[in-house]
């Protein structure tokens, strides 16, 4: 029987609450969680270990299965929701006795690289649907190619640089005659101490001048860019053609007004549903037709001056930060988009 296949990681709330609404309308799906290898057939009652590779057969061409699960089948829609999965946990063959910890560690290595190859081919070339939500192999973008590309689409974004010194931060801060802000390059940071009683996460800060003094003269390369004097934030969901913008008033709130990830849970950030300027629309569809993303979450500032500067997109990013403040119920609305074309032939 032709499924829906839900591609995600076991502790994914929304996909838990997209799941709940094929459970109320009984449409067969299939969840696969990718991160604690576990394969869900609703329909069928199926719980099977996956991605452990125990039993596996591919013929080319012919079929792809893992675990007795078929991999050829087609599906009326798949939800890359959380396509990622890591090898670290995967079984590793053993290896001969006395082999050097540099030849062990370089086998080891050789095997995860070949794992991740399969799942590529797995995921890339076996799996198909009429209808797809998101990426199957690429879940993240490079942060200073999206800025560039969004440059070149004359989307607006803030002055950046990426320097190594501090001689290169002042002569920065001279040329946009403003304070400065630093982000990740990659992702932010988020861990726990040894003792697991306190969470460290990386934020973007502004760089005042009791941070600055501390700041050694060389330093590993950083992103740097201009601090923009913001009316609001704004957070974007895209899936498909349909934009879900809420607007963030972080801007009052010294706590959150440099990155209103530092929520006040006793003064919480007023919230609105917005909707983006139809040019930056188009242009924003571009983009994501450039990157090949047809889903995402989207982060935005109006400035004072009326401006709207694009900061980056997240391909995964959570979207019930916007569904549930401004009622726009976008759970409910990503199973319809999912199950669409089962509708128009029933």
């Not at 969004?150 to 803030?158: D, E, F, T």
């Not at 005042?208 to 700041?215: G, R, V």
Request: overall charge positive; proline content about 3%.
């Amino acid at each position: 029987m032709d499924k829906h296949l839900i591609v995600t990681q076991d502790r994914d709330g929304s996909s838990n609450e997209v799941c709940n609404w094929f459970y109320r309308y009984n449409v067969p799906f299939k969840r696969l969680n990718l991160d604690s290898y576990k394969i869900i057939d609703r329909n069928n009652d199926l719980y099977l270990d996956y991605f452990n590779f125990d039993d596996i057969d591919i013929s080319i061409p012919g079929k792809t299965k893992v675990n007795d699960e078929n991999f050829t089948e087609k599906y009326i829609s798949i939800w890359y929701r959380r396509p990622s999965a890591s090898v670290e946990n995967m079984v590793i063959d053993q290896t001969e006795p006395g082999l050097s910890r540099f030849l062990l560690n370089k086998i080891r290595s050789n095997q995860k690289s070949e794992l991740k190859e399969l799942y590529k081919y797995i995921f890339n070339s076996s799996l198909q649907g009429s209808v797809v939500l998101g990426n199957r192999l690429k879940t993240r973008v490079n942060k200073l190619e999206i800025l560039s590309l969004a440059n070149k689409l004359s989307i607006c974004i803030p002055k950046t640089r990426v320097i190594s010194k501090k001689s290169q931060i002042l002569e920065f801060q001279k040329e946009v005659n403003n304070s400065l802000i630093t982000k990740s390059i990659y992702e932010p940071i988020a861990a726990m101490d040894d003792d697991l009683k306190q969470r460290h996460i990386s934020y973007t800060n502004e760089l005042t001048e009791s941070i600055l003094d501390k700041i050694p003269d060389y330093f590993s390369p950083s992103l740097v860019q201009e601090r923009v004097e913001k009316d609001f934030e704004i957070r974007t969901f895209v899936m498909g053609e349909n934009f879900y913008s809420m607007a963030i008033f972080s801007q009052n709130n010294e706590k959150t007004a440099v990155d209103f990830r530092r929520y006040d849970r006793k003064k919480p950030n007023r919230n609105i549903p917005f909707t983006l300027p139809e040019e930056l629309t188009i242009k924003i569809k571009e983009l994501l037709k450039i990157i090949g993303f047809n889903t995402g979450s989207i982060d935005i500032i109006k400035s004072k001056n009326g401006k709207y500067y694009f900061l980056e997109i997240n391909s995964v990013g959570q979207f019930g930060m916007v569904s549930k403040p401004c009622n726009y119920n976008i759970e409910y609305h990503i199973y319809k988009y999912l199950t669409r074309n089962e509708e128009k032939t029933s």
